[in-house]
């Protein structure tokens, strides 16, 4: 599944922190990992040698493994020519971290995910939250939170989700929100939010309870151990909630999805968590939008 890995490096040691994670899947899956530059129009330096530098310490760690890195060096707009290279390479993941030459700065994303994200990356992006210090998590795949909300887009990073529980020892949340209000237009009156009935409210929850329980049943057979969780409230605050407990995690969501009682926009939950939170996130597109 994750046979081919980019790694888009842009010669700052930040970037630099999507190496590890990049290792870690490397050596269960023998992926081959590319480590990407691109330089920019008028742009100078020794990107060349630092990802060199960058594949020789990679090369060191997958030592007796069947993964193997190679580098390449492009010149252009850094978010296209690094979507144009997944596409002409069949790639299958890539990894990045939220900040680059810029530094930690107030948004959780640096300008070039920003661009990738919105011109659709046709594959699986894991975002790495960076950190300040020089400590990691021991492992990228060891705590995963899947937020869902019923749909077939929403589902979109299970297949992957699954396949990492074949080779890892994960801890697998599957999550869903209810919502207990709706926003209603109301023409010269402007909008307004009205509640659900506590009837509908709890039958909603039951079926979530039910739907998590069927995509708990998924895993079987898998190194994981999943738990379920069913929450009350806005989504994106309940997930940013949630994984706050949690510690260091894994957020995996899908692009898209849908609204209604229960359910929630799946891009907007999206787009808040990428804003607001402060977890590394694995964003799948799904075929359908």
Known sequence: MFAKILVPLDGSKIAEQAIPYAVEIAQAFGSQVTLLGVIEPGSTGKLQQTINASAETMDKLLTGTTATVKTSVLSGLPARKILEYTGS????????????RSGIGPWPLGGTIHKVLHL???????????????????????????????????????PYIIEIAKRFDV?????RSIETETEVHGGFSGQFRIRFEDKDIENARKTAEAYLSNVAGRFAGT?????????????????????????????AMGSH??????????????QKIINSNKKSLLIVRSLES
């Open 89 to 100: 390479e069949q790639i299958d993941l890539v990894i990045m971290t939220g900040y680059g």
């Open 120 to 158: 659709k990356s046709p594959v699986p992006i894991i975002v790495i939250r960076p950190s300040e210090g020089t400590e990691f998590p021991p492992r990228l795949l060891s705590r995963i939170v899947v937020p869902l909300d019923g749909s077939v887009r929403s589902e979109s990073p299970l």
């Open 223 to 251: 190194r994981a151990t999943v738990k379920t969780i069913v929450s009350t409230g806005e989504a994106a605050a309940e997930i940013i909630k949630y994984t706050d407990t949690l510690g260091y995690c894994l957020i």
């Open 257 to 270: 999805g849908h609204s209604g009682l229960d359910a929630w926009m799946y891009g907007s939950v999206t």
């Open 171 to 175: 801890e697998v949340y599957v999550m």
